[in-house]
């Protein structure tokens, strides 16, 4: 993630210097209805793409968005690959790629298998939408508050609801689940380390029996342990309960869970004009 923000600077002092006109802003799509108005591809990492090489997880996306300032409101997202046997390799098919700062989701659905949500850079609001996958199908190091959504699991055997990918203490990014349902099939990990310093909370929300008691997955590295921030704050369900959850979660107090909980955790307030 580092070398991909040095490379983001490097291309926007480029774009300067060539002259480059920049990326429109404050872009917003609406459909009539998630169910009536769907956009869908269904490629995959492993997708040849148009230079003769494999287009890659980034490259996989159905939808993407490099802009700030967007919204989309009552639209499905989906990639259309099926959901993978355990182990597949290259199987990644994003959906919904947001790779911009200040983005905003309402009553949208985001449908896939693996890796179905790319929440890549960026402050960014989802509300009351439905996010629908099997294998760390919320991904990225985004900074992003779920509000209200159901993410419902479609893994056969083992899946994970998030893979966020904060590198370092000095990067503010991180997931907070608000108010949301977690339901579906399979085993569902909350959440696995894909980088050593993940950051992931829910609050207020309800869970069924799918979730595993450990809760969360440190991504095969015993180090990570010591450095994600993994917390629950006052959720509900059969697939709620602290007890069973790895050590190195945190059960919330009212003080540690204050700032994942309202708009603030987004700067949201500066922002958002829904």
Request: net charge neutral.
């Amino acid at each position: 993630m580092m070398i991909y923000n040095i490379l983001i600077n490097f291309l926007l002092v480029y774009r300067e210097k060539v002259n480059i006109p920049p990326l429109k802003s404050f872009i917003t799509i609406e459909g009539a209805g998630a169910e009536k108005t769907i956009v869908q591809w269904g490629d995959t990492a492993q997708t040849i793409g148009a230079r003769g090489q494999p287009l890659g997880t980034y490259g996989s996306a159905t939808f993407a968005v490099n802009s700030p300032y967007f919204i989309a409101k009552n639209i499905t997202f989906q990639n259309t690959t099926p959901v993978p046997k355990p182990g597949a390799v290259g199987k990644q098919a994003v959906a919904f790629r947001i790779s911009a700062d200040t983005a905003a989701f309402v009553g949208c659905r985001f449908l896939g298998a693996q890796d179905t949500l790319y929440d890549q850079l960026g402050r960014h609001y989802y509300k009351e939408c439905y996010i629908e996958g099997s294998v760390d199908f919320i991904f990225g190091n985004g900074l992003s508050l779920f509000e209200g959504c159901q993410v419902h699991a479609i893994a056969p055997v083992t899946g994970a609801v998030t893979a966020q990918g904060r590198s370092s203490l000095l990067e503010d990014t991180g997931f907070s689940f608000l108010r949301c349902k977690v339901t579906g099939s399979g085993a569902l990990y909350l959440g696995r380390a894909w980088g050593p310093f993940s950051r992931v909370v829910f609050a207020y929300t309800y869970m069924d029996n799918i979730i595993i008691p450990k809760g969360w997955y440190n991504w095969g590295d015993p180090n990570r342990e010591m450095t994600v921030y993994y917390g629950q704050y006052k959720c509900s369900g059969p697939g709620a309960t602290f007890a069973g959850r790895v050590s190195w979660s945190r059960e919330l107090t009212d003080e540690e869970a204050k700032p994942f909980l309202s708009l603030s955790f987004i700067d949201g307030s500066e922002w958002i004009k829904l």
